[in-house]
């Protein structure tokens, strides 16, 4: 591996700073952020279902699973003429639940998450 490419102890190259703004870009969006947290409870799920949990229609629904396929967020199975939906890898969940986190430090208090680390842990220095 070329030593002038690696990203550890340095700042990414930029090309990898501009794919994650991208990233950020296309989860910047509550449907998307619901879609994801959608996708990460079951292993694939309809467009029809996933509308249904996130309280949309179908039509948008399928419009958002389109621009996150392109973005290689989602990936799609079909069988028959249905198409199945389920997240590419585990990042963009670990995106979204990090983001939640840190709304909830945004709350004041001690946060919900670091309440569960607490109860796990038994002890009062969980990490945050």
């Not at 399928?62 to 973005?71: G, I, P, V």
């Not at 995106?95 to 607490?118: N, Y």
Request: charged share 25%.
């Amino acid at each position: 591996m070329d030593a002038d490419k690696q990203i550890c102890g340095r700042l990414p190259e930029s090309d990898f700073v501009e794919l994650a703004v991208e990233i950020f870009t296309m989860l910047a969006d509550a449907t998307r952020v619901r879609l994801i947290l959608a996708l990460n409870d079951a292993r694939e799920l309809s467009v029809n279902s996933l509308a249904e949990i996130v309280d949309k229609t179908p039509a948008s629904v399928s419009q958002h699973l389109a621009k996150m396929r392109l973005a290689r967020i989602v990936s799609t199975r079909q069988e028959g003429t249905k198409v199945f939906y389920r997240l590419e890898n585990e990042h963009a969940s670990q995106l979204v639940r990090d983001a939640i986190f840190q709304a909830e430090h945004s709350l004041g208090g001690t946060p919900r998450h670091h309440h569960l680390d607490l109860a796990t842990t038994g002890s009062e220095t969980a990490s945050a």
